[in-house]
């Protein structure tokens, strides 16, 4: 039987908003913070999902919020129940490089 191990990550960008470095002693132990360079929105994962979502739900006239909400999830749902498709989507290179260095 294959052995899985959970990692979890939290992929900290450069955001100016977001808290600086300080605010890191709150987040959880065993999660580990991958710190992002600011404007730098191509390395970071979450964006090629976004890209695909936006794909079928952008340039379209949504008759209410909740129908948007609904459509987003659909795609989603299969991400969320498949997490070796979230693998193949960014799982490798450098973040997995990240995680395993921590």
Known sequence: MEERIQVELLLWDGAGFHPKDSFHEQVPSGV?????PPYSPELNPIEK????IQD???????PTIERLDQ???LHLKDW???????IRLF????IRASANAT
């Open 32 to 36: 580990h913070v991958v710190l992002l």
């Open 49 to 52: 999902l976004w890209d695909l």
């Open 56 to 62: 079928h739900t952008s340039n379209k006239l949504w």
């Open 71 to 73: 459509v987003v999830a």
């Open 80 to 86: 969320w129940e498949d997490p070796q498709r979230v």
């Open 91 to 94: 799982g490798n290179g450098w």
